[in-house]
């Protein structure tokens, strides 16, 4: 369960980390609030899930999920470039977001 929660924290991190493009800077009521609901919900559910599992994996894993869905977001939904060495690094990172899974000891 904890993975879980875990997993859905990291994709409220994604969800806010895109919302700030949309919030303008603030200025914008409803893609601020959401934005920030979608922080705190995220960083409850970082708390939630490090009880069960080491924070020196929780972390790491939740901010990669954070970084990969903020990456393609970027691609998709903002046409930001994705150059063949980018690429590689964002398979390395789900490389190691797979190691630390499968390391875990919880």
């Known amino acids: 369960m904890a993975w ?3 997993v859905l924290a990291g994709v409220l991190e994604v969800v806010w980390s ?10 914008r009521a409803l893609p601020s609030v959401i934005t920030g609901v979608a922080i705190v919900a995220s960083l ?12 020196g994996t929780a972390y790491p894993v939740w901010v990669s999920i954070g ?20 690429a590689v690094f ?3 990172l789900v490389v190691s ?10």
């Open 67 to 86: 970084v990969l869905g903020a990456t393609i977001g970027g691609v998709v939904l903002f046409g930001e470039p994705m150059p063949p060495l980018r």
């Open 97 to 106: 977001i797979l190691g630390l899974k499968l390391t875990s000891t919880a």
């Open 4 to 6: 879980f929660v875990l």
């Open 90 to 92: 964002v398979v390395l």
């Open 18 to 27: 895109l919302g700030l493009k949309y919030t303008h800077g603030f200025t």
């Open 44 to 55: 409850g559910l970082l708390a939630q899930a490090a009880r069960t599992l080491p924070i």
